[in-house]
């Protein structure tokens, strides 16, 4: 008998397995899923909004296809959230603020209509940090999320209750954005798998947009066996395996922060992959990366276009939210400054344009000088900090800038007993070999 505290286990393939073999139904999934919600909110504070009766009669009509004998979609039954920036018809979209409370979604977001075409039951929407303008989980409309592992701490963001959704059993699989991390760094906090994807190759219309140049959505998961499934729904792409070797660049001045006891954690990790590892001992990347960020110059432009648009917006401005003084006192700063940035309509603008060409070729250079396919950093130097305090330590830059998909993995816990995440990079279009190291794994090439 499939029981609930074996759903806030499995994976979404095990979870399809059931489901196709009649062990279990989508409204038996749906409602562990509630009864899990239920038992663990609000004490964890991941879930803005939740729509329990529109999902139990998804779950209903997906048996009822399946009893049919209709053909069913790549994720039927699966119980699913989205991230508080993603339209779903007919429920708020609020990206964490009380400034965006009234706005209601006339249609899903193309990603959301992909989801639901391939079956997935959607329960809700997760919290998020404040217009995804940080890593720290502060939401003046919902407060702060918790580290699923360290209550009062952070649990990354900004798709904060997202990562804790998946972690804390509520779904196998949960979407979240990334704009400078916000898929891998929750990962890393909170012992998961998060994928940010190439740039471009997810339809973000109908998301609230950070910077349109940046922005990518992409899954969170707890098993490795269901990256590759997600993501080529989530993408609409093919990742077949290409049999090619792999050669993993360790980026070792991106560990100068970590403790040994982390460090020999994550250099087993990468040395368990299977693939040869090289050193590499580039120091810049970093300050790189930092200055080819473009979030400041796009965030008030792209979210003033985005709330132009919706006729029911109380403000129609980042200049207007900020006036009236409703946002979370810790974006106070970040929100004033981006509020008077010159914006795209400036010299500056193009520079930052060419800085993240000039990333991408100098990654490219790189991978090549080095003979390398992939590079392994810590996604975050730092551990969470705990709630109000300032998270640093963030290498998640490094494929927000270039454009290139990157794949956060948990690799145990430091000391402290804080997760630890470690990150691994391709270059632009190359998801297969991320997807394939897992793959690996699974036929036990690694470990």
């Known amino acids: 008998m499939f029981r609930q505290e074996d759903y806030a286990k499995a994976s979404v393939t ?78 708020p979209t609020t990206a964490g603020s009380k400034a965006l409370l009234g706005i209601i979604a006339d249609h899903d977001a193309p990603l959301v209509k992909r989801l639901r075409e391939e079956g997935a039951i959607l329960l809700g929407k997760t919290a998020m940090h404040e217009l995804a303008a940080g890593i720290t989980g502060a939401s003046s409309l919902s407060g702060y999320t918790h580290n699923a592992y360290r209550p009062g701490y952070n649990p990354g963001g900004s798709s904060s209750g997202s990562a804790v959704a998946v972690a804390a059993g509520y779904v196998p699989f949960a979407v979240g954005t990334d704009t400078a991390g916000s898929v891998r760094i929750p990962a890393a906090f909170n012992l998961l798998y998060g994928l940010r994807p190439t740039r471009g190759s997810v339809p973000m219309a109908g998301i609230v947009p950070l910077s349109p140049t940046q922005d990518i959505a992409g899954p969170l998961v707890r098993h490795a066996e269901d990256l590759r499934w997600v993501t080529e729904v989530m993408t609409g792409k093919s990742f077949p395996p290409r049999g090619e070797t792999l050669r993993i660049g360790w980026l070792d001045s991106a560990f100068n922060d970590i403790s040994d006891t982390s460090r020999n954690k994550m250099r087993a990790a990468v040395q368990n992959i299977g693939a040869e590892v090289v050193t590499v001992g580039v120091t810049s990347l970093d300050s790189l990366a930092e200055a080819a960020n473009i979030i400041a110059f796009e965030f008030a432009e792209s979210l003033n276009a985005f709330l132009s648009a919706r006729p029911q917006a109380s403000f129609t401005s980042l200049q207007e939210i900020v006036a009236a003084n409703i946002h979370h006192p810790q974006l106070d700063a970040v929100f004033r400054a981006r509020a008077e940035h010159a914006g795209t309509n400036s010299p500056e603008y193009r520079g930052v344009q060419q800085r993240q060409r000039d990333f991408y070729n100098l990654l490219k250079a790189l991978f090549a000088d080095h003979d390398i396919n992939l590079l392994a950093y810590p996604v975050m130097r730092h551990p969470p900090v705990k709630h109000g305090e300032t998270q640093t330590g963030s290498n998640a830059l490094f494929a927000a800038t270039s454009g290139a998909p990157a794949l956060t993995f948990p690799v145990g816990f430091d ?11 391709a270059l632009r279009d190359r998801e297969d070999l991320l997807l394939n190291v897992f793959l690996k794994e699974q036929n036990g090439a690694a470990g």
Do not use: M
């Open 415 to 425: 000391e402290q007993g804080f997760p630890l995440g470690l990150e691994l990079l």
């Open 14 to 91: 095990e979870l399809l397995q059931k489901l196709q073999h009649g062990e279990t139904r989508a409204a038996a999934l749906t409602e562990f899923a509630l009864a899990i919600i239920a038992e663990r909110e609000p004490a964890l504070n991941a879930i803005t909004w939740l729509y329990a009766d529109e999902a139990r009669q998804a779950a209903i009509a997906s048996d009822e296809k399946r009893r049919r004998g209709h053909p069913c979609g790549r994720l039927e039954g699966i119980p699913l959230l989205v991230k508080d920036n993603i339209d779903v018809a007919g429920w």
